[in-house]
């Protein structure tokens, strides 16, 4: 089992920006991805960004050129940098932690933080 910690979730006003942070505890050996999903009222969960130990990065369309996924050399930890917030990226935000697969990005998250809250004002 890997336990994930969420931390960095706020209130900003359009424009702005927060950094959300994940550390990753337990079997951590057992995974080679993680990412950020997030989920607004009334919405399915959507993937926002992986990364992967071999390197791969993916972000949804939505958020590209605003977010950058990251982690520590340990790949323990990962971080969200979230810049020009909109509206619309209000949501609860899930860390998550996985073993790549062979089809889509977002099939392979099996484990998951309790989330931490973004909200962003216009």
């Known amino acids: 089992q890997v336990q994930l910690v969420e931390s960095g979730g706020g209130s900003v006003q359009a424009g702005g920006s927060l950094r959300l942070s994940c550390v990753a505890s337990?079997?951590?050996?057992?995974?080679?991805?993680m990412g950020w999903f997030r989920q607004a009222p009334g919405k399915e969960r959507e993937g926002v960004a992986g990364?992967?130990?071999?390197?791969?990065?993916y972000y949804d369309a939505s958020v590209k050129g605003r977010f950058t996924i990251s982690q520590d050399n340990n790949k323990n930890t990962v971080y969200l940098q979230m810049n020009n917030l909109k509206p619309e990226d209000t949501a609860m935000y899930y860390c998550?932690?996985?073993?790549?697969?062979?089809?889509?990005?977002?099939?392979?998250?099996?484990?998951w933080g309790q989330g931490t809250q973004v909200t962003v004002s216009s």
């Open positions: 998550a932690a996985g073993v790549a697969g062979r089809g889509y990005w977002r099939d392979d998250f099996h484990y």
């Open positions: 337990g079997d951590t050996d057992s995974k080679d991805c």
């Open positions: 990364i992967y130990s071999g390197g791969s990065i």
